[in-house]
């Protein structure tokens, strides 16, 4: 391929935190992927990168008769990636696709910048804004937080990812938020403009108890089967009820669903994301047939919902 096109660069990787780390570097026009690598649960970071990035992919597959991961990965079945290859294709067809999709129409990358968050000022809202999400959840968090402005109100998140993947998702949100998107830390103030994240880490984030309203993270067991816990997050806020908006993205499981509802209890606005739109409607449809949740959002409307309602 090098001697096809010159001028070209070609990045090898052998696990997924160093094609991470690579292609959020390089930031590669096109990338061939082991189809083994699109079965791990990391793999939601390197699509959400990806799709970031304007990266086109392909899995390629061992053999003609293999097994597709997208027949089983929910996050695979949603229209990303391509399968067409396998390892016995010969090099002249790697380079005939590679040729197709690296002069395929490319998005605007003009309309795709930082700062194309909803206005708003940090006096229009009066509320906290708590986000729990898991499987699909990257790219739903990418959905959601490219509608905050850049005065957004206080936004704590808590996304399950594997352990080594926290900071990409950080710097990955932080690259599409107009507001500051940072990796939570303990006795961290909450602050308006700012958006707070906890994935990989070994502690439980949570909320001081008593005002000004700081980050609190605790070490601990796993909580509803997760480190850190979107029920942990929850019902640390429980003592602000009333100044907080919460809501459970798409994912696996029933983590926030107990959390969520003690804060409805106690008179926060709750939401869950809609059937239709989530990768794994579990923890969503948890929290809405318990009445956790008092609203079903579209991921398309989620924005706007917790933004009017931090508002009120």
Avoid at 153 to 165: A, C, E, R, S
């Amino acid at each position: 391929m090098e001697s096809t096109y010159p001028g070209m660069k070609v990045f090898l990787a052998n696990n997924l935190m160093m094609a991470y780390n690579q292609a959020e570097a390089a930031q590669p026009v096109f990338a061939f992927v082991e189809d083994g690598f699109t079965k791990l649960p990391e793999f939601e970071m390197m699509l959400a990168l990806f799709s970031a990035l304007d990266t086109r992919w392909v899995a390629v597959m061992d053999s003609l008769g293999a097994t597709p991961a997208r027949k089983s990965s929910p996050l695979l079945n949603v229209g990303a990636g391509i399968f067409e290859l396998t390892k016995t294709d010969s090099p002249v067809q790697f380079s005939q696709y590679f040729d197709m999709m690296v002069k395929a129409p490319r998005r605007d990358q003009t309309r795709a910048g930082k700062r194309n968050g909803a206005a708003g000022s940090a006096t229009d809202f009066k509320k906290i804004i708590l986000i729990g999400s898991s499987t699909g959840g990257v790219e739903a968090l990418r959905s959601v937080l490219v509608g905050f402005p850049a005065q957004c109100p206080p936004t704590l998140i808590v996304q399950h990812t594997g352990k080594n993947f926290g900071q990409g998702l950080v710097s990955l949100l932080d690259r599409i938020c107009a507001a500051k998107v940072l990796p939570a830390d303990d006795n961290m103030t909450l602050e308006p403009g700012h958006v707070y994240v906890a994935a990989g880490q070994r502690r439980h984030m949570g909320m001081t108890q008593r005002k000004p309203m700081r980050v609190r993270l605790k070490e601990g067991p796993p909580i509803s089967g997760h480190m850190p816990s979107v029920d942990a997050l929850f019902t640390s806020a429980v003592p602000y009820g009333k100044e907080v908006v919460a809501t459970i993205l798409t994912g696996m499981g029933q983590d926030g669903a107990k959390g969520l509802l003690a804060l409805r209890n106690a008179g926060a606005t709750t939401f869950a994301q809609d059937e239709k739109s989530s990768v794994v409607y579990g923890m969503p449809r948890v929290a809405w047939e318990t009445g956790a949740a008092e609203k079903q959002v579209s991921l398309a409307r989620m924005a706007g919902a917790l933004l009017q309602a931090a508002k009120a």
